[in-house]
Nanobody
Framework: QVQLVESGGGLVQTGDSLRLSCAAS????????MGWFRQAPGKEREFVAA????????YYADSVKGRFTIARDNAKNTVYLQMNRLKPEDTAVYYC??????????????????WGQGTQVTVSS
């Protein structure tokens, strides 16, 4: 069982930045693919970004490419999502997730085994 705790959300204005953090329990964090997803009101949960074990491969949704950066610190069991130039359409609850079986289909919700409780990001216009 892996427990995930997100933090760093908040209310910001268009063009501002936020950094989300996700701390994971357990001693095998370095083996996991880590992903960030988001869910806006009335919409399905969607892929945002993913990073492989040592950060050798990183993936982004087209909607955030060039504005968001995913990174991980395996010594701290933490994955980050740096979000720059935020837009109102980025407003959502952001979730981190663990693919402990290295399925590799990083954009697919079903590839992930554990999820955090989410952190709210609200971008005002």
């Amino acid at each position: 069982q892996v427990q995930l705790v997100e933090s760093g959300g908040g209310l910001v204005q268009t063009g501002d930045s936020l950094r989300l953090s996700c701390a994971a329990s357990g001693r095998t964090f370095r083996r996991y693919i880590m992903g960030w997803f988001r869910q806006a009101p009335g919409k399905e949960r969607e892929f945002v970004a993913a990073i492989t074990r040592s950060g050798e491969n990183i993936y982004y949704a087209d909607s955030v490419k060039g504005r968001f950066t995913i990174a991980r610190d395996n010594a701290k069991n933490t994955v980050y999502l740096q979000m720059n130039r935020l837009k109102p359409e980025d407003t959502a609850v952001y979730y981190c997730a663990v693919d402990e079986n290295y399925r590799g289909t990083y954009y697919y919700l079903g590839s992930y085994d554990y999820w955090g409780q989410g952190t709210q990001v609200t971008v005002s216009s």
